[in-house]
């Protein structure tokens, strides 16, 4: 519970960093995807996950999302704040490696645990055909996840597809 405390007041410092930009450094936003898991057979979920940030600095984005997944009969949702660096490959296209790192809770046949996790969002492209709108797509991503009541680190390396938009306001 006193991880959950440091992370919402992370975040509210980070949000008043984030509202103090000049207007149109912000942005409102979400994925949606599939993600592909390997292990004991081969399965798929879906994912959806809404977010809000803004630019903090030139080229630094700072977010925070939420999530929701569902893959195997296992529920999860995470509160992930995230940061991310835009590398300009060519006019409107840009490659955005980015980190995350939050709470999670699943649940799955009437079990409940929570967790943090650490991603790495590997090859991460985002493309902004006009001033106000971006349409983004993360290919590969690195997790680890570690959950209340497990000795074990869950790592994946996953390709865990999913494309989104965003509105820059």
């Known amino acids: 519970m006193k991880r959950f405390f440091i992370v919402v007041v992370a975040i509210l410092l980070g949000c008043s960093v984030v509202s103090a930009q000049?207007?149109?450094d912000k942005y409102f936003g979400g994925m949606a995807g599939?993600?592909?898991q390997a292990g004991d057979g081969v399965g798929a979920g879906f994912i959806i996950q809404p977010e809000f940030g803004g630019f903090?600095?030139?080229k630094c984005k700072l977010g925070i999302s939420a999530g929701y997944a569902i893959s195997g009969g296992m529920h999860?949702?995470?509160l992930t704040p995230n940061f991310s660096y835009y590398i300009r490959l060519c006019d409107n296209v840009y490659y955005t490696?980015?980190?995350e790192a939050g709470l999670a809770m699943a649940?799955?046949?009437g079990a409940v645990a929570a967790g943090v996790g650490v991603g790495l969002q590997l090859f991460?492209?985002?493309f902004r055909p006009t001033k106000h709108f971006g349409f983004t797509a993360n290919l590969v991503s690195l997790n680890f996840v570690g959950m209340e009541g497990s000795a074990a680190i869950n790592f994946d390396l996953g390709v865990n597809p999913t494309v989104g938009l965003k509105y820059y306001f």
Do not use: C, L, N, W
Request: no cysteine; hydrophobic share 50%; charged share 20%.
């Open 34 to 36: 599939i993600a592909i």
């Open 97 to 99: 490696p980015g980190i």
């Open 107 to 109: 649940a799955a046949r």
């Open 56 to 58: 903090v600095a030139d």
């Open 76 to 78: 999860t949702f995470t």
């Open 22 to 24: 000049q207007k149109g």
């Open 124 to 126: 991460s492209m985002e």
